[in-house]
Nanobody, 128 residues
């Protein structure tokens, strides 16, 4: 079992920055792969970034160069540093974890069902 709790969301103007955190508890074996997903009203939940325990990452194209996913395994925290925020980044952001060590991460961006554990989400609103 893994419990994930996101924090750090808020409302910012376009061009601003936010840093999301996801505090994890439970078995570390169930957090081999972690990710951030986001979902806007009436839209599908889509992957933002994925990170493996060893630090290997992948990003959705629209956030590459603006967002950085990282994890502190000793502190059991997953981060998403977001800069140059755009109105289209507005969504509820979810932290996710899965026990599988995926050898290729990019395909996970459109497969939220691959992740076993989820946080409650934190809202990010970017105004124009």
């Amino acid at each position: 079992q893994v419990t994930l709790v996101e924090s750090g969301g808020g409302s910012v103007q376009a061009g601003g920055s936010l840093r999301l955190s996801c505090a994890a508890s439970g078995s570390t074996a169930n957090r081999e792969t972690m990710a951030w997903f986001r979902q806007a009203p009436s839209k599908e939940r889509t992957g933002v970034a994925v990170i493996r325990r060893d630090g290997i990452t992948t990003y959705e194209d629209s956030v590459r160069g603006r967002f950085i996913i990282s994890r502190d395994n000793a502190k059991n925290v997953l981060y998403l540093e977001m800069t140059s925020l755009k109105p289209e980044d507005t969504a509820t952001y979810y932290c996710a974890a899965d026990p599988s060590r995926w050898s290729s991460l990019r395909h996970l961006l459109n497969k939220p069902a691959s992740f076993t554990y989820w946080g409650q989400g934190t809202q990010v609103t970017v105004s124009s």
